[in-house]
Antibody, heavy 120, light 113 residues
């Protein structure tokens, strides 16, 4: 059973960088068994898939965030990270990390989510 | 990007009665190469993260009761609950994964009468 746990900055000022980490247990992020995904849920909106990274570092970012987004792996700590720069209030929401078996796109396992608020 | 549209956005169901949620995509989600339909269904219970119910149109995820079923073809899909139980409350989402970016429907809120 794969378990994921998000952590990071809960309050970010506008124009600054949002940084989150997802700690993985029950699987190795280097194995290739899963792709590692970020999904967010803004207040009053539904779910928005942000992007993924695979074990060799290949990634895909949703076009609307691509210019501001970086997803990376930390193999030594078995975790992956999200950095979103130049944030605005529109980036406020709950951020989930998720694992997709064999990179199928199905989000098989989810973290509990972490709330990020963009405010001065 | 592919847009997923769910109807209704909310429904109230008496326990023991059936429920049905529709999802329509702007592109065909059937892959003729592997003959799979790339639509999944998720449930987000109150205060929880979403979890997988149905993958590839009609396959129940591990531990999902058989009262849940998925069906459809092409661009039109349905999630059915044969007999709603109190624990089924929450928001249901369809999601397409035939193309990036992955996209979700707006969600359908199920409440119990």
């Amino acid at each position: 059973q794969v378990q994921l746990q998000e952590s990071g900055s809960g309050l970010v000022k506008p124009s600054q960088t949002l940084s989150l980490t997802c700690a993985v247990s029950g699987a190795s992020i280097s194995s290739g068994d899963y792709s590692w995904n970020w999904i967010r849920q803004s207040p009053g909106k539904g779910l928005e898939w942000i992007g993924y990274i695979y074990h060799l570092g290949s990634s895909y970012y949703t076009p609307s965030l691509k210019s501001r987004l970086t997803i990376s792996l930390d193999r030594s700590r078995n975790q992956f990270s999200l950095k979103l720069k130049s944030v605005t209030a529109a980036d406020t929401g709950i951020y989930f990390c998720a694992a997709s078996l064999r990179g199928s796109g199905t989000q098989d396992y989810w973290g509990q989510g972490t709330l990020v608020t963009v405010s001065s | 990007e592919i847009v997923m549209t769910q109807t209704p956005l909310s429904l109230s169901v008496t326990p023991g009665e059936p429920a049905s949620i529709a999802c329509r995509s702007t592109q065909n989600l059937f892959d003729s190469d592997d003959r799979k339909t790339y639509v999944d269904w998720y449930l987000q219970k109150p205060g929880q993260s979403p979890h997988l119910l149905i993958y590839a149109l009609s396959h129940r995820a591990s531990g999902v009761p058989d009262r849940f079923s998925g069906s459809g073809s092409g661009t039109d899909f349905t999630l059915k609950i044969s007999r709603v139980e109190a624990e089924d409350v929450g928001v249901y989402y369809c999601m397409q994964r035939i193309d990036f970016p992955l996209t979700f429907g707006q969600g359908t809120r199920l409440e119990i009468k």
